[in-house]
């Protein structure tokens, strides 16, 4: 389910809050707007627009970060569904084997270190990789 960030995507990371507009994601149909048209001033530190080459950069980085932050919105999902489990005032008899499995999902991104099977993992909450939920 791993989707490619466009340069909108980028656009925004690198310029929160400026105006502009795009047609068809083509870098060349980006205009500009460095105004603020309330106040009819110049804003700023968004008036100019980023280069293609800082777009690239951008674009670049938040690709390769996807399967991590998947992996860590699969992950974080997990431990909150296992959150009931920590409560003092629900002992279970296998405790220590929940605490183990939510300390492993908590290594987890430093565990896995390969972007393939972090894109699994995140596509895939059955993956061989993930914990296994003690029952």
Known sequence: MNEEYSIVDALVE?????QWTIE???????????TDTEKG?????????PTLDELNTKLTAMNTAEPMRLLRVE???????????QTRDNIRLNDSAWKTYRQALRDITATIT???VRQAMADDRFHSSWPTKPS
């Open 14 to 18: 690198l310029r929160p809050g400026a």
């Open 24 to 34: 068809k994601r083509d870098y060349n149909r980006l205009v500009w707007d460095s």
């Open 41 to 49: 001033i110049n804003v700023g530190v968004n008036t100019t627009p």
């Open 114 to 116: 390969d972007d393939a």
């Open 75 to 85: 992950r974080d999902q997990l431990l909150n569904e296992s959150d009931w489990t």
